[in-house]
């Protein structure tokens, strides 16, 4: 088992800047890729970026490329997402998932990042 906690959502402006951060718990050893999704509010949740725990490549959207920055602190297990340049379109709830090597997939509780002047 793997459990997620997100934290460091909240109001931000357009243009301003966030961190969001993931904090993993339990059996890390097993986990494959890290990834960021959200949900906007009416909307489908959308894969935003996510990496390899073992190469810390990440992989980006395009909607959030040039802009949002995947990373990971393997001695702290958790997982970061810097928003950068934030757009009206990026306010969501944003959660983070794990997915194992064996293909279970963990999920956190989910942030809320608002963007609004």
């Known amino acids: 088992q793997v459990q997620l906690v997100e934290s460091g959502g909240g109001l931000v402006q357009p243009g301003g800047s966030l961190r969001l951060s993931c904090a993993a718990s339990?059996?890390?050893?097993?986990?494959?890729?890290m990834g960021w999704y959200r949900q906007a509010p009416g909307k489908q949740r959308e894969w935003v970026a996510s990496m390899s725990r073992r190469s810390g490549v990440g992989t980006y959207a395009d909607s959030v490329k040039d802009r949002f920055a995947i990373s990971r602190d393997n001695a702290k297990n958790t997982l970061y997402l810097q928003m950068n340049n934030v757009k009206l379109d990026d306010t969501a709830v944003y959660f983070c998932?794990?997915?194992?090597?064996?293909?279970?997939?963990?999920w956190g509780q989910g942030t809320q990042v608002t963007v609004s002047s």
């Open positions: 998932k794990f997915l194992t090597v064996l293909g279970t997939d963990y």
């Open positions: 339990g059996n890390i050893g097993t986990i494959g890729t």
